[in-house]
C-alpha cells in the first residue's frame, strides 16, 4: 500500500518546505508540498516537485569510482567502498601537516546532520585548514549582526498585514516561492508592492512599481531615502530618541544625499526617489524583504545596512506588518556546537581559506595538497572559474568529491564518494526565511551504495584511526543533538524530537513584533546606525555608498555591467542536469537590452561572446525589455561543460571582495559582447 512520510527540503532557499513523499513498494513516486506546514501550504516550486527526477536520475553516482583519465576528463572506474576509503585515508594520512588538507562545502543540503556535523567533527580531529564559508550570505549577515545584533527580521506570516512592501534585490517569484504568496495577500488586501532590482524580474512585473535601480547603487538609494524622510520629518523621533544609536551622525550622512544626486548615481529620476520616500513614510505599516543578490557588489555591506537602518526611522518595527527581513537564521535554536564539536581542535588554530577565492588558493604554490567537496560545486559557482578549474587541474592536488551526479568538479576528483538524496537519509533543517524548525526522514533506501554524508565522514574517520565516541553517534542522535539548547529547555513549548518524528515540523517562539520596544541583541541593546566595533575596525562606523570595482561607463573598454541571477528552474547549479527543468530554460542566454544589442550590430538569437580581461563566455542572445540599458544579465548557473564553449558565466566574474564579510562581488563585473565569430553555431542537447 502506499504510503506517505514526512520530510523537509534541504535546498538554499529561504522557504524551507514540509515535504510529503509518497511511496510504493519501496520506490518514491510523489513529492509534494504538505498542507499542514501553513507556510509551505501544500505547495513545491517546479523544481524540488521533481525531486523523485533527481533521486532517481540515470545519471546518479551509485558508486565508488576512481579517476583512471586526466583531471578534468571525468573518466572514472568503479571501485569498492574500502578500497575508496583505505585510498583516502592513506593519502590524507600521508600528509604530514594536516592543515595543507582543506575542506569545502556549502548549502547543496541545508540540513545540519548532511552539512557539517559529522563533516566538522572529521575536520576537526584531523586539525585540517579552516573554510571561511561566504560564497553567499556574510556580507549581508555581518551587516546585519552590526546593525541589529543578529541575522534577524520580521516573521514573514506578518508581511500580509503590510500596506507597503519593497521587494529589494529580490526576484521573489523564483526564489522565495512561499512569501510571494504572502505578498499577493497583502496586495488583495490593499498593499501596494513595489520591486527594487537592476533587472525587470518576473516579480517586477507584477508589482505596482518596478525602480530599475543600476547595479551597486542600492546604499546611494537608502540613504536619499534618509534624506527625504528627514526633510519632511516623516520620523519617528521617540524610536529613534530610545531605541537608536548614532543617529545625529546618521541624519548627517544622509543629509549628503539629494534626490538628484542619488538619481545621477542611481540611474532613476529625483522624481522616483521623492516618490517612494513619501510611499515608505506614510503606507504603514511598511516592510521590506531583501534578498542576497543585491549584496553582491564590493559596497554589499554597506547597502545592507543602510537598507536595515529604513525602519528605525520610521518606527516601522512597531507594528508586526513592520520592519524588514533579509534572513531570520539568529533565531534558531539548534545546537551547532554540539553537533560541530570545536572542541576538537583543541589548542590547535588551523589557518583559514576564503572559499570565495579558491582559485587564488588552489593555484598558490603550498597552501593546499588535498581537498575534500561536498554539498558544492565549486568548478561551476566559484568566481573566475577559469582560474577556479586551473586549480582542480593540478596533479598534485588531491581531491575526493562526494556527489550526487558528475558535475564540473566531480570531474576533477580523484576519488568521487556517492552520497544519498535528500529522500535518502535523516536531517534536520532550520530556515532563514521563517521560523521553523523541520524535520527530515528517509522515504525510502539508498539506490545503490550511495550513503549519507555523515556515514562516509564516520566511516572515514575509522579509516583515520579516529576513536572518540563522537563518530559512533547515529543520525537520529544528531538530530535529537541539535535540539539539545538551553533555550530550547528552557522554553515554554520546547520542541522535541518526537513532536518533529509526528508532525515534521515546529515554531521556535518568536514575538510577532520582536522590536517593538528596542531589545536588539547589539552591545547597546539598540538599532546600530553607528556602530562602535564597525567605527573601531574600518574607522567609519555608518553605512555609506561604495562604488562597484568595476564601474561599467559608455567608452569604456567593458562598457557593460552584467549582472548573473539565477536561471528560474535551476538554484545555483542543482537542478542543471534534471531533464525536465533543463529543457524549460533552453540553453545559456544573455539578456539585453534591445538598444544595446543594436548599437553593436548584434540580433535576438544569435549566439554571442561576453568577454573581459578574465575570459570569454560563449552563450545565445536574447534581446529583452529586462535589460535596461548598460545593464546585461547572464542567466545562471549553468554547468561549464553544458556551456557552448565549455564555459559559463562564472568564467568573467573576479575574486575581489565585499566590504563586509569578505563575501564574492559576483554583480560587481564589467563586460563587453560582440557576436560570435562562428556564426551559424548550432546548440546540441547535452543529456
Not at 366 to 376: D, K, M, P, T
Not at 501 to 520: N, R
Request: hydrophobic letters at 40%; proline letters at 6%.
Amino acid at each position: 500500500m502506499p504510503h506517505t512520510v514526512l520530510g523537509a527540503c534541504p535546498h538554499d532557499c529561504p522557504d524551507t518546505c514540509s515535504l510529503l513523499t509518497t511511496v510504493e513498494n519501496g520506490v518514491a513516486v510523489k513529492v509534494q508540498g504538505n498542507a499542514q506546514h501553513s507556510h509551505t501550504a501544500g505547495v513545491l516550486c517546479g523544481k524540488v516537485a521533481r525531486y523523485t527526477e533527481r533521486t532517481y536520475h540515470p545519471e546518479r553516482i551509485l558508486y565508488p569510482l576512481k579517476r583512471v583519465g586526466a583531471k578534468g576528463r571525468g573518466q572514472f572506474e568503479r571501485i569498492s567502498w574500502d578500497e575508496a576509503l583505505r585510498t583516502v585515508a592513506k593519502r590524507l594520512t600521508s600528509i604530514a601537516n594536516p592543515e595543507h588538507i582543506l575542506p569545502y562545502s556549502y548549502a547543496g543540503t541545508m540540513g545540519k546532520v548532511q552539512g557539517e556535523a559529522m563533516a566538522s567533527r572529521f575536520f576537526n580531529s584531523l586539525g585540517a585548514a579552516r573554510l571561511d564559508r561566504t560564497i553567499c550570505a556574510s556580507a549581508g549577515s555581518e551587516a546585519l549582526a552590526y546593525t541589529l545584533g543578529d541575522k534577524l527580521g520580521m516573521k514573514v506570516a506578518w508581511f500580509a498585514e503590510s500596506k507597503l512592501i519593497l521587494i529589494w534585490g529580490s526576484n521573489s517569484i523564483t526564489s522565495n516561492l512561499h512569501f510571494w504568496r504572502i505578498a499577493n495577500e497583502a496586495k488583495r488586501a490593499g498593499a501596494k508592492l513595489i520591486c527594487i532590482d537592476p533587472r525587470r524580474s518576473e516579480t517586477a512585473d507584477k508589482c505596482d512599481v518596478h525602480l530599475a535601480l543600476r547595479p551597486g547603487t542600492d546604499a546611494a538609494l537608502a540613504l536619499s531615502l534618509m534624506h527625504e524622510l528627514i526633510v519632511h520629518d516623516w520620523l519617528d523621533h521617540d524610536y529613534l530618541a530610545h531605541h537608536t544609536l548614532g543617529w545625529a551622525a546618521l541624519r548627517e550622512r544622509a543629509m549628503q544625499w539629494p534626490p538628484e544626486k542619488a538619481a545621477q548615481v542611481c540611474g532613476l529620476e529625483p522624481q522616483q526617489i521623492r516618490a517612494l520616500a513619501h510611499d515608505y513614510a506614510t503606507l504603514k505599516p511598511a516592510a521590506i524583504r531583501l534578498n542576497y543578490g543585491m549584496q553582491r557588489v564590493r559596497g554589499g555591506g554597506n547597502a545592507v545596512r543602510a537598507i536595515t537602518c529604513l525602519p528605525a526611522l520610521i518606527g516601522a518595527w512597531r507594528h508586526r506588518g513592520g520592519g524588514m527581513l533579509l534572513s531570520a537564521s539568529g533565531f534558531s535554536r539548534l545546537n551547532a556546537q554540539g553537533l560541530e564539536r570545536p572542541d576538537l581542535l583543541g589548542q590547535r588554530r588551523p589557518p583559514m581559506h576564503n572559499m570565495s577565492t579558491i582559485g587564488e588558493v588552489l593555484t598558490t604554490p603550498g597552501l593546499v595538497q588535498a581537498l575534500v567537496v561536498y554539498n558544492s560545486n565549486p568548478v561551476a559557482v566559484a568566481p573566475q572559474s577559469a582560474q577556479v578549474a586551473q586549480g582542480f587541474a593540478r596533479e598534485d592536488l588531491f581531491t575526493v568529491v562526494l556527489e550526487h551526479f558528475q558535475t564540473d568538479t566531480a570531474d576533477y576528483a580523484d576519488i568521487i564518494l556517492p552520497a544519498t538524496t535528500q529522500l535518502e537519509h535523516w536531517d534536520i533543517h532550520t530556515s532563514y526565511g521563517h521560523t521553523d524548525v523541520l524535520l527530515n526522514q528517509p522515504a525510502i533506501a539508498p539506490l545503490g551504495e550511495a550513503k549519507p554524508n555523515s556515514q562516509i565522514f564516520r566511516e572515514l574517520a575509522k579509516h583515520m584511526g579516529f576513536t572518540d565516541p563522537c563518530f559512533d553517534e547515529d543520525d537520529q542522535s544528531l538530530c535529537r543533538t541539535a535540539l539539545q539548547t538551553t533555550a530550547n529547555a528552557q522554553s515554554v513549548q520546547p520542541i522535541t524530537f518526537e513532536h518533529l518524528l509526528a508532525h515534521g515540523f515546529a515554531s521556535m517562539p518568536v514575538a510577532d513584533a520582536p522590536f517593538a520596544q528596542g531589545g536588539f541583541p547589539t552591545p547597546s541593546g539598540k538599532c546600530e546606525f553607528d556602530s562602535p566595533r564597525l567605527a573601531e575596525l574600518l574607522g567609519d562606523g555608518l553605512p555609506n555608498h561604495l562604488p562597484n570595482y568595476e564601474v561599467a561607463q559608455t567608452g569604456d573598454t567593458y562598457p557593460l555591467a552584467m549582472i548573473s541571477p539565477p536561471a528560474r528552474n535551476f538554484l545555483n547549479s542543482s537542478f542543471v542536469n534534471v531533464k525536465s527543468l533543463r529543457d524549460m530554460e533552453g540553453e545559456p542566454l544573455l539578456e539585453m537590452n534591445a538598444g544595446d544589442a543594436q548599437a553593436r550590430g548584434l540580433v535576438d538569437g544569435h549566439m554571442v561572446e561576453v568577454f573581459n580581461d578574465r575570459g570569454v563566455y560563449l552563450c545565445r542572445l536574447q534581446v529583452s525589455d529586462r535589460a535596461q540599458a548598460g545593464v546585461v544579465h547572464g542567466l545562471g548557473i549553468w554547468w561549464r561543460k553544458l556551456g557552448a564553449n565549455g564555459t559559463n558565466v562564472n568564467e568573467l566574474t573576479h575574486q575581489r571582495l565585499t566590504d563586509l564579510g569578505r563575501a564574492p562581488t559576483f554583480y560587481d563585473c564589467a563586460v563587453q559582447v560582440r557576436a560570435d565569430p562562428k556564426d551559424g553555431y548550432k546548440t546540441q542537447s547535452v543529456c
